[in-house]
Every structure is written in C-alpha cells, then in structure tokens.
C-alpha cells in the first residue's frame, strides 16, 4: 500500500472508530436512563470496550497523526434528516444505523491492514445486530403500543349469556369510557371465545377501544383481535409474541418487582400488577399490594395495570401509588348500574392523569 493510501486508511478507522463509539454510546445512554434495561446496557458497553481494544492495537501516533477533522470534506456536507429527531426513540434508530455502518466501514478497511483484527471487529457487528434488534423491538412505536400507552381504564369481561346482551354491553362500556376490553371466560368453548372476541373487536375499534383475549394467543389470532393476555405460569411471552407478531399487544401478569423488571426483558407491551386487594372474581392466597404498585411506578416504564379488588372506594389509595391505570371486573359486573360505574372510574382516572400532566 503506498503512504497516502495507509494514511488515507487510518484516518477512515480514526473517524469510524470515534462514529462507532459515539453510536454505542449514544444506544447505551438510551438503555440505561431511558429503559433502565441493565443487560442490553452491558452488551453495548462490552461491543463498544471490545472495539475500541481492536483500534487500540494499531499505531496510536499514526491514526492521531491521520487525523483531519478541520479539512475533512465529510464534516461539511449535511444531509436533510440529520437534524430531525422528534424522539430519542428516533434518536435510537439513528444510533443504531450510523453504529452498524461504522463497524462495517472499520472491518472492511482493517482487512487491508491486519484480518485477524477485522475479524475480531466481524464478530461484535454480529453481536451488536443482535442486541440492535432487539432494542428496536423494544422501541418500535406500534399503534397498538401507543394506545395501551394512553389507556387507562381496562375491562375483564366474560362472554354474557348470549351474542346480543354481550355486543350492546361491549358497546356501552366502550362509550362510557373504557379503553381496553379483555375478553376472559375460562368456561367457554373456543369456537365461543373467537367468535364473541371477533365482534367485540368490531365495536370497540369503532369506539376507538382494544380488545385482548385472556391467555390464548392462538384464539387472539383467530379473531384477528388486538392481542393476548398472559400470566406467569401461562405462555411465555416470547412464544406468545412469535404467535402474535410484533404488532398485537402482549400483556403479562405480575407480582413482584423482579417479575416486572423480566416484562421489559422478554417484550411485554404492558403489565398488569396485582392482586392489590381481595378480589370477588378470583381468589388468592397472597396479595402484592400498594406497596407493590409504588416500586413498580418508581422502577418500571412499560404501561402497568394495578388489578384486583378496585373499588371506587378504594380507588384514590390505588392513585396515590402513582400507578394511574386500572384494570377490574366486579367493581363494573356487580354494580347496580355498570355503565355510571364505568363513568365514574373513567372521571376519578383522567382527574388523576391531569395532575400528573399539570405537575
Ligand atoms: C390485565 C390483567 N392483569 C392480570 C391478569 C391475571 O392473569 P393471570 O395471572 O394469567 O390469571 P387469569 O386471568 O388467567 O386467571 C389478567 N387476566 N389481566
Ligand atoms: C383475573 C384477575 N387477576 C387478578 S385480579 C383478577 C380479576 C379482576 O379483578 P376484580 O374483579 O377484583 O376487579
Ligand atoms: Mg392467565
């Protein structure tokens, strides 16, 4: 290689080198501050120690002396979108594109100089493609994934005593005010559940509302509805995302903090929390409680549903912990007059969510 070629050579490592870093840094800051994802923080960090233990085995003198920030023709040229970032989740995306091209840029060129180098390099892109995806699963801004966001007020319901009774119930809840329906009734044939999910899906998108089916991601499929709900013994949610795709919803139950914390690992889209109180729908033999919902509003960012024995009269508690959504069923069920009920919830909820906002 002749010397202006070398020089040529290490200032595109120098300026990639510092390009990769910046990426991985800028990804990393996003998974520690922004997700509070500790291990795709290690993998970036270890992507970014390695890397730069590749450059720091080539002349240090020769790439310092290569470089030429002031007369690098590169510095002045701007494209259009470099500056449009309405979101660090956009930020995200573009930190995970200018990453992958650098180390790509520095494995090509370390090749003319040392191959076992570029090979080292080879591998932490391979890496790095793997924990890139799934930070952008992570991130991926669905619909779906905005609306379970903005939701507050979620409904069990079962599928009533006949087709009718259950799509004018679905219809007046979702105009009353709840945003996200789950269809759960452990006594149904499935032909039932697809059916009664299917409908209930129809209306509730015309109210703007979602659909989830209880447990079955096979029968959320069926029914084309919005997603499925799943506990902890139940399909994990990996397995429950491969059935559904990247664009329906996986919810999964929790407990415990740490159960929480795995949500965000495994690509829960939200979590319900619970059980908080005694519940007339199920029986416990252990409750999580508030103080349950108060770690998880402090440490968890994906949307939380606390559950389990909401009333309206213990609502306010529920609100204090600062987790603002809820999920119920016999508080709405057993009320004498379900669509007020709804009402009721849906008033002390978006009084709540308005105080968060005006803080
Ligand atoms: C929103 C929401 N949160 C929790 C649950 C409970 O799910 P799971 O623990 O799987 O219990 P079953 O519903 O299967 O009895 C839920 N369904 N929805
Ligand atoms: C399915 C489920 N899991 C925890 S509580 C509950 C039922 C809904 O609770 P409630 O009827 O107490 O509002
Ligand atoms: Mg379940």
């Known amino acids: ?109 370390l090749k003319t100089i040392d191959a076992r180098l570029a090979r080292i390099v080879e591998q932490a892109r391979y890496r790095f493609y793997v924990v890139a995806a799934k930070l952008e699963l992570l991130i991926v801004r669905s619909p779906l994934r905005d609306r379970i966001h903005n939701a507050r007020l979620y409904l069990l319901i079962d599928a009533g005593s006949d087709i009718d009774t259950f799509e004018s119930n679905v219809a007046c809840m979702a105009q009353a005010g709840v945003d996200v329906f789950q269809l759960r009734d452990k006594r149904q044939t499935d032909r039932v559940l697809i059916d009664r999910a299917r409908r209930a899906t129809s209306i509730a998108h015309d109210f703007n509302a979602l659909v989830l089916m209880n447990d079955r991601a096979d029968l959320a499929m069926a029914a084309q509805c919005d997603g499925v709900h799943v506990g902890q013994d139940e399909l994990p949610v990996e397995l429950a995302r491969k059935i559904v795709g990247d664009h329906r919803l996986v919810g999964l139950s929790t407990h415990q903090i740490d159960q929480a914390e795995d949500a965000l690992k495994v690509g829960a889209d939200y979590i319900g929390c619970g059980p908080v109180f005694p519940s007339s729908t199920k029986t416990f033999q252990q409750y999580a409680g508030l103080e349950y919902l108060r770690d998880v509003a402090k440490r968890i960012k994906i949307p939380a549903f606390a559950i389990g024995g909401i009333e309206l009269t213990n609502l306010d508690e529920v609100l204090s912990t600062q987790v603002h959504r809820i999920a119920v069923t016999g508080v709405v069920r057993d009320a004498d007059d379900p669509v007020q009920m709804v009402k009721w919830l849906r008033e002390k909820l978006d009084a709540a969510t308005g105080e968060e906002e005006s803080r």
């Open 1 to 109: 290689m002749t010397r202006d070629s070398l020089e040529a050579t290490y200032r595109i490592l120098d300026a990639s080198a510092n390009r990769a870093g910046e990426g991985l840094r800028t990804l990393e800051e996003w998974t520690r501050f922004g997700l509070d994802a500790a291990e795709l923080t290690a993998e970036f960090k270890q992507i970014r120690h390695d890397v730069a233990a590749v450059l720091a085995q080539l002349p240090r003198q020769e790439l310092l002396a290569a470089r030429d920030t002031i007369g690098d023709v590169g510095t002045r040229l701007e494209t259009s979108t470099e500056y449009q970032r309405a979101t660090p989740q956009d930020v995200v995306q573009a930190g995970i594109a200018r990453t992958g091209q650098s180390l790509r840029v520095i494995e090509e060129y």
